[in-house]
Every structure is written in structure tokens, then in C-alpha cells.
């Protein structure tokens, strides 16, 4: 029971024993009658003023404690006329006041930090404590290659996406830097926050790819022009002074080998110079002259001329397009020779066997809406831990291989603005995968 009924019974009571008090009274005397009379006038009184002084300022302050506990931090107590009590009022506002400021400083707060977070170049990913994604923000979207609502609630070793599943192996509390099939490399950190005294984890992913590639490119377009220079410069003399002696040895008897040993030397020297021109062409790769072109008529022209490499091995080259296809601004020129060189890849990864000739290799061109072109075959796949490695500066899987090519079409796609991929999927099958902007 509140204060109040306490008081409204306190009030009966002294009425009930007044009203006694002057029942007798004026049974005894008249003057006891009206000293009965006067004392129930004197309580009433006392009682109003009690009231006023004690039981209104504990309601009032009641009432405070219910916008408390409603967390209605706006309103305020008004003064009761009662000195003790107008000093809990008046701390109670100044608490109030205080409590409304700093909710409104927090409000503002988190209204920065969620828009420092979505306009963040830096992944951000929260899961909860059971570790499913709760919160993604859009460069972590962008990152993954996914939509919010196909990943929330879901664990991360559950999407599809080469990022996610090496976020999925990074041990709480450290920082590693991964490098996908598409060439990103992201610097990645698993850590936590306080939350209701809970630790709280993340993720806090850091595209590196920018900076990578540009100290990349700068140190193999030094090391490819001394290379040039040097080897030029070599085989210029070499191949001048073989000339020279084969000609002076060509009008003596009996040179006949010794002038063929030379010239094949000669032949040699220009294979060098041939050989290392190529490094260089990467280096000085133009820069795209776009135009609107039809990807379906561009992965035709490209068919038609890989189909005789195709043939000698064996391979079924076959296209898939999709009509309802839009142009898309491309340097055909460019374009095609990386389709050429993706298409050549496709088919040196398709094993054969010199005895018995394989008959079901299989490459596929794939067009698909809006503007993306898939190149998929049945080769021997590419296996995780070379993934990471494929469009870095000279590495190749083949023997002899010179490792420029993937370079070459790295640097024509991103020149073009297009994100791509090249990976080995659970079915067996590799897809390189590009996605015009």
C-alpha cells in the first residue's frame, strides 16, 4: 500500500476518535463540547498541513520514479513548497537533465559511428556470440559478393565466397593478410568488443589490393626494363660479332659446321631478344580505348579462332549465350586477347593422354545478364593453395611457363574496371568469371 492510503487511514482514524471525543464531551459539558469541536478543527488542519508538507512531495517524487522507469527523460518535477523535499526535486530534475543529455550525446554517437561504419572503406562484419553474422556493412557486402539478407543469421564458414571462408579460419584476436583467386589480398582481423559484458567479436577486413599491386607493378616494370636493357644490349653484340665471324669464316674451307653452329647461335640470340620483348609488353600494356560492344559477338569471334587448338586436342569448345545481353564499353582489341589467352589456359589445363586420345575435355563460353562472361572447363582444376598464388608476377603452374599471362589480363581487367575470378569449384569444374561494371 502507498503512502496515500496510509495517510487516508490515518485520517479516519482521528476523525472516528474525534468524533468519539466529542460524543462524550457533549454528553459532560458544553465546554468540553467545544474544546471536542475545536480539537477535530486543530486535527483536520494538522492533517493538511501534513499532507501538504510530507505526503504531496512523497507523490511527486513517486511520480519521478515512474518517468524513470519509463526512461522519459523530457519531463520534469515541479516544485511542492516543502524545503527538504524541493531539494530531492530539484536534484532529481538536474539528474533528469543529465540523463536526457547524455542518452542524446550517445544517440548521436551511435548515428556517427553507424554512418563512419557504412561509409567505411574497411569491411566491417559483427556476429553474435553464437557466431552468426548480424551486422554487414556495405563494403563488407561488397568484399563477400553477397546480399544482407542471404548471410544474416548464418555462420560464416556457410557462404559462398572465398573471403568468408578465410575469415572463417582466422583465430580470434590476430590479423592475417589472404590473398584470393581474384587477385584481392585483404588484411584481416578477428577481434571483439564489449557488449553487456560479454565479448563481443568482429570482423575488420582491409582491402590491400591497391597497394599491393601498384609496389607489385613498380618493382617487375624496374626489374623487366634493366632486364630488356641488359639482354638487349647483350644479344645486340653477340648476334653482331657472330655475323662478323661467320661471314669472315664462310670463305675459308672446311667452316661449313662451324658457320652452322653460328648461326643457329645468331637464331638463338634473337629467341632471347623475342623472349624477353615479351616481358616488356607487359609493362607498356595501352590504355583501353572503350567502345559498346556486343560480349556475344566478342566471345564468337574469340571461339572461332581457338577452335583449332581445340580440334588437335580433342576438346569440345561449345558457347552458351544469353541474348538478352546488353553492350558493355570494352577495348575489343584488348579484350579478345585476354579471352585468347583465358581460352589457351583452359586448354593446356585439360590433360591428355599421348595414347590414348581423351575425348571429354570440355570448354564452355558462357554469356550471362547483364554483363557477365564465364569461361568453365572440365581440366584438372587448380588446387587451394596455388589459388592464392595465381595472379602474382611470374608464377606459373606450367613448366615452363613465363607467368605473364594471368598478369596480362589482371592488369586489362582492372583496367576495365571488372571484378573476375578464377576458381576450382566442389564439382570438379574451374570457372574464370568476369563481371563487367
Same mark, same amino acid.
Given at each position: 500500500m502507498r503512502i496515500k492510503g496510509f495517510f487516508y487511514i490515518l485520517v479516519f482514524l482521528l476523525l472516528a476518535l474525534g468524533s468519539v471525543l466529542l460524543l462524550l464531551s457533549s454528553q459532560l459539558n458544553v465546554v468540553f463540547f467545544y474544546i471536542g469541536e475545536g480539537l477535530i478543527l486543530f486535527i483536520l488542519i494538522y492533517l493538511t498541513f501534513f499532507y501538504r508538507k510530507l505526503v504531496k512531495p512523497l507523490n511527486t517524487i513517486g511520480s519521478g520514479m515512474d518517468l524513470l522507469r519509463e526512461q522519459d527523460f523530457s519531463s520534469r518535477l515541479s516544485p511542492v513548497g516543502q524545503y527538504e523535499a524541493d531539494r530531492v526535486?530539484?536534484?532529481?530534475?538536474?539528474?533528469?537533465?543529465?540523463?536526457?543529455?547524455?542518452?542524446?550525446?550517445?544517440?548521436?554517437?551511435?548515428?556517427?559511428?553507424?554512418?563512419?561504419?557504412?561509409?567505411?572503406?574497411?569491411?566491417?562484419?559483427?556476429?553474435?556470440?553464437?557466431?552468426?553474422?548480424?551486422?554487414?556493412?556495405?563494403?563488407?557486402l561488397k568484399m563477400l559478393g553477397v546480399r544482407l539478407e542471404d548471410v544474416q543469421g548464418k555462420k560464416m564458414k556457410e557462404i559462398d565466397s572465398p573471403l568468408a571462408m578465410e575469415l572463417a579460419n582466422v583465430p580470434k584476436g590476430e590479423t592475417t593478410t589472404v590473398r584470393l583467386n581474384d587477385s584481392n589480398i585483404y588484411r584481416c582481423t578477428h577481434s571483439s568488443f564489449i557488449d553487456h559484458g560479454f565479448q563481443h567479436p568482429f570482423f575488420l577486413v582491409e582491402s590491400l589490393t591497391d597497394e599491393v599491386m601498384k609496389a607489385e607493378k613498380k618493382a617487375y616494370e624496374k626489374v623487366i626494363r634493366m632486364i630488356v636493357h641488359e639482354v638487349n644490349n647483350t644479344t645486340a653484340g653477340i648476334t653482331s660479332t657472330l655475323d662478323t665471324v661467320e661471314q669472315a669464316l664462310s670463305t675459308e674451307e672446311g667452316m661449313d659446321d662451324i658457320c652452322d653452329v653460328m648461326r643457329v647461335c645468331t637464331e638463338r640470340s634473337f629467341s632471347m631478344s623475342r623472349f624477353i620483348t615479351r616481358f616488356a609488353d607487359v609493362v607498356k600494356i595501352p590504355e583501353p580505348t572503350v567502345s559498346p560492344v556486343n560480349l556475344n559477338d566478342l566471345a564468337f569471334t574469340c571461339k572461332r579462332f581457338m577452335e583449332g587448338m581445340c580440334n588437335d586436342r580433342h576438346i569440345k569448345l561449345r558457347m552458351e549465350p544469353d541474348?538478352?545481353?546488353?553492350?558493355?564499353?570494352?577495348?575489343?582489341? &584488348?579484350?579478345?586477347?585476354?579471352?585468347?589467352?583465358?581460352?589457351?589456359?583452359?586448354?593446356? +589445363?585439360? @590433360? *591428355?593422354?599421348?595414347?590414348?586420345?581423351?575425348?571429354?575435355?570440355?570448354?564452355?563460353?558462357?554469356? &550471362?545478364?547483364?554483363?557477365?562472361?564465364?569461361?568453365?572447363?572440365?581440366?584438372?582444376?587448380? +588446387?587451394? @593453395? *596455388?589459388e592464392a598464388k595465381l595472379f602474382s608476377p611470374f608464377f606459373s603452374t606450367k613448366p615452363n611457363g613465363q607467368g605473364i599471362g594471368l598478369i596480362f589480363i589482371r592488369e586489362v581487367l582492372m583496367r576495365h574496371g571488372c571484378t573476375f575470378s578464377l576458381r576450382t569449384y566442389a564439382d570438379g569444374l574451374t570457372k574464370f568469371q568476369i563481371v563487367f561494371p
Amino acid at each position: 500500500m502507498r503512502i496515500k492510503g496510509f495517510f487516508y487511514i490515518l485520517v479516519f482514524l482521528l476523525l472516528a476518535l474525534g468524533s468519539v471525543l466529542l460524543l462524550l464531551s457533549s454528553q459532560l459539558n458544553v465546554v468540553f463540547f467545544y474544546i471536542g469541536e475545536g480539537l477535530i478543527l486543530f486535527i483536520l488542519i494538522y492533517l493538511t498541513f501534513f499532507y501538504r508538507k510530507l505526503v504531496k512531495p512523497l507523490n511527486t517524487i513517486g511520480s519521478g520514479m515512474d518517468l524513470l522507469r519509463e526512461q522519459d527523460f523530457s519531463s520534469r518535477l515541479s516544485p511542492v513548497g516543502q524545503y527538504e523535499a524541493d531539494r530531492v526535486v530539484n536534484v532529481f530534475n538536474r539528474m533528469m537533465e543529465q540523463l536526457k543529455n547524455e542518452r542524446l550525446r550517445l544517440r548521436e554517437q551511435n548515428h556517427f559511428l553507424d554512418l563512419l561504419i557504412n561509409a567505411s572503406p574497411m569491411g566491417v562484419i559483427i556476429t553474435t556470440l553464437d557466431d552468426d553474422l548480424s551486422q554487414l556493412n556495405p563494403m563488407a557486402l561488397k568484399m563477400l559478393g553477397v546480399r544482407l539478407e542471404d548471410v544474416q543469421g548464418k555462420k560464416m564458414k556457410e557462404i559462398d565466397s572465398p573471403l568468408a571462408m578465410e575469415l572463417a579460419n582466422v583465430p580470434k584476436g590476430e590479423t592475417t593478410t589472404v590473398r584470393l583467386n581474384d587477385s584481392n589480398i585483404y588484411r584481416c582481423t578477428h577481434s571483439s568488443f564489449i557488449d553487456h559484458g560479454f565479448q563481443h567479436p568482429f570482423f575488420l577486413v582491409e582491402s590491400l589490393t591497391d597497394e599491393v599491386m601498384k609496389a607489385e607493378k613498380k618493382a617487375y616494370e624496374k626489374v623487366i626494363r634493366m632486364i630488356v636493357h641488359e639482354v638487349n644490349n647483350t644479344t645486340a653484340g653477340i648476334t653482331s660479332t657472330l655475323d662478323t665471324v661467320e661471314q669472315a669464316l664462310s670463305t675459308e674451307e672446311g667452316m661449313d659446321d662451324i658457320c652452322d653452329v653460328m648461326r643457329v647461335c645468331t637464331e638463338r640470340s634473337f629467341s632471347m631478344s623475342r623472349f624477353i620483348t615479351r616481358f616488356a609488353d607487359v609493362v607498356k600494356i595501352p590504355e583501353p580505348t572503350v567502345s559498346p560492344v556486343n560480349l556475344n559477338d566478342l566471345a564468337f569471334t574469340c571461339k572461332r579462332f581457338m577452335e583449332g587448338m581445340c580440334n588437335d586436342r580433342h576438346i569440345k569448345l561449345r558457347m552458351e549465350p544469353d541474348e538478352s545481353l546488353k553492350d558493355v564499353m570494352v577495348d575489343a582489341a &584488348l579484350f579478345e586477347q585476354v579471352l585468347v589467352n583465358i581460352i589457351k589456359n583452359a586448354v593446356e +589445363s585439360i @590433360e *591428355t593422354d599421348v595414347e590414348s586420345i581423351r575425348t571429354d575435355g570440355e570448354i564452355i563460353i558462357r554469356t &550471362l545478364s547483364p554483363a557477365t562472361i564465364e569461361i568453365t572447363d572440365n581440366g584438372k582444376g587448380i +588446387s587451394k @593453395e *596455388t589459388e592464392a598464388k595465381l595472379f602474382s608476377p611470374f608464377f606459373s603452374t606450367k613448366p615452363n611457363g613465363q607467368g605473364i599471362g594471368l598478369i596480362f589480363i589482371r592488369e586489362v581487367l582492372m583496367r576495365h574496371g571488372c571484378t573476375f575470378s578464377l576458381r576450382t569449384y566442389a564439382d570438379g569444374l574451374t570457372k574464370f568469371q568476369i563481371v563487367f561494371p
